[in-house]
């Protein structure tokens, strides 16, 4: 936490070292993220370098984040994540086609097939959900850091982790009890 | 009962994180088990043990490109407790101009006379009804005399002086409801003169050994007394002066 803010405080006097470390400590965590949302390498690569260079632009413009580094580039990283979805007009599978074929899930060979449903799957979310659901599992954050990084209680991030893996369940092919 | 089921959830879902089987964990919470199950099987799909990572050379060249972008950033460092103080010093001699310390003094020269006025009006208001020994009293008799000063003709002066000691009877008369004791004076005829007991205005004023007596004041002449006037109503001379 100390370190976050005196890295902060070298940000806001355009330290290069800084800002390099900036870069190096948290590329591959807001890529994480990112890519979680999209499911998309090269987007969320290019996006995630925009968090950074935006964070530049900030500097130039005199408007360094202030209190939190790393809530500032989620912040940013969101909604870029959030516009991409959002006008990026896509063709992608149905749910439905991409399970039409498989064969039983009991084999331990078809796991990884579950991957891409379950990408698919995660865009039916609610924005907030997606978030909670990137910052937990993509992340490993836990309740209280994601309640911190999205401003809500840990109640309402655990209500909103629950009712995502609900939907998700819904959206998966039947489990094997087995 | 739902808050209940998110936390055991979540309880849940650390366990998974930290590599125990699921069947182990639901073997833990029977009671919730089924509807556990497809929660904590979404759970195991999302936890990818292979996250895709940016190709390195990608990751490069977005790094070099940031780093242009950076060295492009103007410095800006903190400035030193001298450059600090030298800037104050700058804009205090800015603020040292003749015009602009003349406005300042004239500005605050006139708002603090207009706040003296307004403070001295509203008192004297408040003063007006006070009677000797209160605290406000001696600013009524400040304003009184303040009038007797003002350049008026002589009937007009006279017409003051004569409510002003109208005013003092008065004074007398409510100090004298309140049981207070008070130093006053006021104007009035010598109505009877004993050796120590004259009548002044139909009040009867004593006159101690070390009274002072100004002029020779005969019954009928108009006197102006200082003295005191005790709890009992009593009122001892100190000075009476012929007017």
Known sequence: ?178 | MNEQFESILDECISALQAGIPLEEILAEVPDYATELRPLLYAAMVLADPNPVLVPTELKTALRSEYLKQVSTLPDTKRPTLNEKAQAIYHIIRRRLTYKIVLNDLITITVTAILTLTMATLILMVVAKDSIPGDLLYSLKRLSENVQLLLPLNESRQKELQQTFNEQRLTEIEQLMQQNRVAVVEFSGVLERKGEKLWIIEGYAVLLPENVTIEGQPQEGNLVHVMGLLRANHTLVADTISTK
Request: charged content about 25%; overall charge negative; hydrophobic content about 45%.
């Open chain 1, 1 to 178: 936490m100390n370190d976050e803010l005196s890295l902060l405080e070298r940000i806001q006097q355009h330290d290069q070292e800084a800002l390099t470390e900036v870069y190096d400590l948290y590329f591959d965590q807001i890529y994480r993220y990112i890519y979680f949302r999209l499911h998309e390498t090269d987007a969320a690569a290019d996006l995630t370098s925009e968090v950074f260079l935006a964070l530049v632009v900030a500097l130039k413009a005199d408007k360094p984040p202030r209190t939190s580094l790393v809530g500032w580039l989620y912040t940013v990283a969101r909604n870029l994540a959030a516009d991409y979805i959002k006008h990026k007009s896509r063709t992608v599978p149905l749910v439905d086609e991409l399970i039409a074929d498989d064969p039983p899930l009991s084999d331990q060979a078809h796991w990884t097939q579950l991957i891409p449903i379950m990408k698919q799957s995660l865009r039916k979310l609610t924005e907030e959900q997606q978030d909670v659901i990137a910052l937990r599992f993509g992340q490993g954050l836990s309740l209280a850091e994601t309640a911190n990084l999205l401003k809500k209680s840990i109640g309402a991030i655990k209500a909103s982790q629950h009712r995502a893996l609900a939907s998700l369940a819904r959206l998966m092919p039947e489990v094997d009890n087995e």
